[in-house]
């Protein structure tokens, strides 16, 4: 039931929110030392961002750190999205996306909705901001 209720909610969100289209292409861009470095530190404090291939604000968060997003990854939580894994974010009680979760191996991880600024995500995994060079 629990499954049946994770799936609905996902899919029903993303239509309410008006996020049909599928993945956005994301045009070919430079990649940012400094931003790397940034996701690369991210990655390393097991800081993970739980998202939807049909989420607007997943989408504005990839946006945020350009073609770094690809250090940090995503866990996919709709199952039509590539390599979906439902299963995880049902473990993890993942209730809306983006959601991040810092995996410090306590017993409750700590976990951040919606949309995070890089101030945010700095604060959270303890990693310096990027500078502008």
């Known amino acids: 039931m629990k499954k049946l209720f994770f799936l609905f909610f996902i899919l029903s969100t993303s239509i309410l929110l008006g996020c049909t289209s599928s993945q956005t292409e994301v045009k070919e861009i430079q990649s940012d030392p400094a931003m790397d470095a940034f996701a690369q530190c991210i990655k390393d404090s097991n800081l993970?961002?739980?998202?939807?291939?049909?989420?607007?604000?997943?989408?504005?968060?990839?946006?945020?750190?350009?073609?770094?997003?690809?250090?940090?990854?995503?866990?996919?939580?709709?199952?039509q999205g590539?390599?979906?894994q439902?299963?995880?974010?049902?473990?993890?009680?993942?209730?809306?996306?983006p959601t991040?979760?810092?995996?410090?191996?306590?017993?409750e991880?700590?976990?951040?909705?919606?949309?995070?600024?890089?101030?945010?995500?700095?604060?959270?995994?303890?990693?310096?901001?990027?500078q502008d060079g």
């Open 109 to 130: 991880p700590q976990r951040f909705e919606g949309f995070q600024k890089l101030e945010k995500l700095s604060e959270i995994s303890g990693c310096p901001l990027p």
């Open 48 to 79: 993970k961002m739980y998202g939807s291939f049909r989420c607007s604000y997943c989408q504005k968060q990839r946006i945020l750190f350009g073609p770094s997003f690809e250090i940090i990854g995503e866990i996919e939580c709709h199952p």
């Open 100 to 107: 991040w979760i810092l995996e410090d191996g306590s017993e």
């Open 86 to 97: 439902t299963e995880l974010c049902l473990q993890m009680d993942v209730a809306k996306t």
């Open 82 to 84: 590539e390599n979906p």
